[in-house]
């Protein structure tokens, strides 16, 4: 944690990691999901528009190898960039043909890329794809880690929001992905319809007991055209305040293995479509509000990681 910071920031982590700043250049492939295709689930999570995903990224018809560069390009002039993480980011990206995932990949290893970051989820992981990243990772000495959505630890509002998988999934892919030595990065959502503190407490015990490196947390929002955008017009779901948000930020950050670090704290939805999102106000003013809400109750992350190895014998 930087002197001063309250959490491990991401961007400083990167910065410590490589010996200067790292951009991460999205990559967004056609694709689906086994939760949306049939073979797990119809129809998908609930809140999910069926972009999966990757809306911000380049069109998905672009190779590998050219919206890095297009991306890239970006990065160098506005930021004047020299080191990059290649960002696998719209859908499951481990759920194509195993030909279809190594071409992909290796059309990440180029110069300048310094990690690949594949985000997938936890019932698209098998020894087969991971056993090729470990390839790629000491042939091309890259730092390679694995994006998981799990959303929550709660494994009734998994079954409600129709995640088409349960936490022993997240569970087994966290295991089989360390045993490579790659690094987890978890995605969180902190106020599904349903879930309380008590969650938001256990998703920081659960990820920190697992030893998951990174985390990022999204604020639901609602997409006209999916299930929720309808439970939420028949008004059948509630949505927490925005200070309920920020205090179970700061609650979720309390209970965290302070050596991990956080990738976001406030997710951001598309433009168009929207029926809700973050409140009405921006995402960086809510990571604002945490931030100072955790300087003022003086909280930081770790504060009350106390739980592990025995606690009850000290
Ligand atoms: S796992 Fe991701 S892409 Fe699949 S249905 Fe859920 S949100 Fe959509």
């Known amino acids: 944690m930087m002197t001063g910071a309250r959490y491990n920031v991401y ?34 999570c609930i809140f999910c528009d069926g972009e999966g995903s990757g809306f911000q990224c380049l069109p998905n018809s672009y190779s590998v190898s050219r919206q890095l560069e297009e991306n ?22 481990t759920y194509v043909s195993f030909e279809q995932f190594r071409e992909n990949i290796l059309a990440a290893c180029r110069e300048d890329i310094v990690g690949i970051s594949v985000s997938t989820r936890p019932d698209c992981l098998n020894d087969q794809y991971l056993d090729f990243l470990l390839e790629v990772k000491n042939e091309k000495e890259l730092d390679i880690n694995i994006e998981l ?44 319809p349903g879930d309380d503190r008590i969650d938001v407490v256990e ?73 809700f999102s973050n409140w009405g106000v921006s995402w960086w003013k809510i990571k604002q509000m945490i931030e100072e809400k955790m300087e003022e109750m003086d909280i930081r992350q770790g504060s009350r990681f106390n739980y592990l190895n025995g606690s009850a014998l000290r």
């Open 203 to 275: 998703n920081a015990k659960l990820l920190s007991a697992l030893r998951v490196k990174y985390v990022k947390l999204h604020s639901l929002y609602v997409v006209e055209g999916t299930v929720l955008g309808e439970m939420f017009k028949r008004g059948e779901i509630e949505m927490i305040t925005m200070d309920e948000y920020v205090r179970r930020v700061i609650t979720f950050m309390e209970y965290l293995d302070p050596g991990m670090v956080i990738q976001r704290l406030v997710g951001k939805g598309p433009a168009e479509s929207l029926l």
């Open 72 to 93: 890239r390009e970006y990065f160098k002039k506005r930021f004047n960039a020299n080191k990059y993480i290649a960002y696998f980011q719209a859908f499951t990206n």
């Open 149 to 192: 959505g799990l959303q929550t630890v709660n494994y009734h509002t998994l079954l409600k929001i129709n995640r088409g998988h349960t936490l022993a999934e997240f569970v087994d892919a966290v295991l089989m992905t360390h045993q490579r030595g790659f690094d987890v990065c978890a995605h969180l959502i902190l106020n599904l």
């Open 11 to 44: 961007s400083e982590h990167l910065a410590r990691k490589f010996g200067g700043k790292v951009y991460k250049l999205p990559v967004n492939l056609p694709g689906t999901c086994p939760n949306r295709d049939g073979k797990v689930g119809q129809g998908g």
